[in-house]
Antibody, heavy 123, light 108 residues
Framework: QVQLVQSGAEVKKPGASMKVSCKASGYTFTAHYMHWVRQAPGQGLEWMGLINPGSGSTDNAQKFQGRISMTSDTSTSTVYLALSSLRSEDTAVYYC????????????????WGQGTILTVSS | DIQMTQSPSSLSASVGDRVTITCRASQTISTSLNWYQQKPGKAPKLLIYAASSLQSGVPVRFSGSGSGTHFALTISSLQPEDFATYYCQQSYSTPMYSFGQGTKLEIK
């Protein structure tokens, strides 16, 4: 069965960097793009970026330009999200989410999600 | 950027009720619209993709409709496990896959 297992909670100081992992299993790792979505406390969902795990190509929301990095390791079926220059507004739950693949339609939707990683940024 | 606006922001209903949540896009997005359900402390779950296609394993009481700028998620007969927050998401404007602000469905 498809599983996305994320790394544990992190506490960082403002200005620091974080790196979250998402280990995939139960499917062909390189066959599905992976996305990152975050959710601040009591708030809605915010799309951050995506990675093609096979090629390593990425794209991200303009808001995070210059601070975000997404990488993949095909040997361990793991994708990583790194975010630098952290501020208090980055406190959130970070999710990895697998992009659906449909032969009938080039739709983009997220069919499996990790359990979430809580990041707290506080001095 | 395409803005997604859901209404209402919150809704109280009873078990067995028929409920409709709407989502409006700031510009046309064809049928590139998904719906997710999220329960407290859990990751979102895909319910509907491409505006009206039911994701595998999702009960048939959930349905989606709409195209262009106006969309709806309907639950035909609310069950206790349906009380959650629902989000729409547009996938038309790549790669900026924006979400609506959410609709919290509560028990009356």
């Amino acid at each position: 069965q498809v599983q996305l297992v994320q790394s544990g909670a992190e506490v960082k100081k403002p200005g620091a960097s974080m790196k979250v992992s998402c280990k995939a299993s139960g499917y062909t790792f390189t066959a599905h793009y992976m996305h990152w979505v975050r959710q601040a406390p009591g708030q809605g969902l915010e799309w951050m970026g995506l990675i093609n795990p096979g090629s390593g190509s990425t794209d991200n929301a303009q808001k995070f330009q210059g601070r975000i990095s997404m990488t993949s390791d095909t040997s361990t079926s793991t994708v990583y999200l790194a975010l630098s220059s952290l501020r208090s507004e980055d406190t959130a739950v970070y999710y990895c989410a697998r992009e659906i693949v449909l032969l009938s339609s080039p739709i983009v939707a997220f069919d499996f999600w990790g359990q979430g990683t809580i990041l707290t940024v506080s001095s | 950027d395409i803005q997604m606006t859901q209404s209402p922001s919150s809704l109280s209903a009873s078990v067995g009720d028929r409920v409709t949540i709407t989502c409006r896009a700031s510009q046309t997005i064809s049928t590139s619209l998904n719906w997710y359900q999220q329960k407290p402390g859990k990751a979102p779950k895909l319910l509907i993709y491409a505006a009206s296609s039911l994701q595998s394993g999702v009960p048939v009481r959930f349905s989606g409709s709409g195209s262009g700028t106006h969309f709806a998620l309907t639950i035909s007969s609310l069950q206790p496990e349906d009380f959650a927050t629902y989000y729409c998401q547009q996938s038309y404007s790549t790669p900026m896959y924006s979400f609506g602000q959410g609709t919290k469905l509560e028990i009356k």
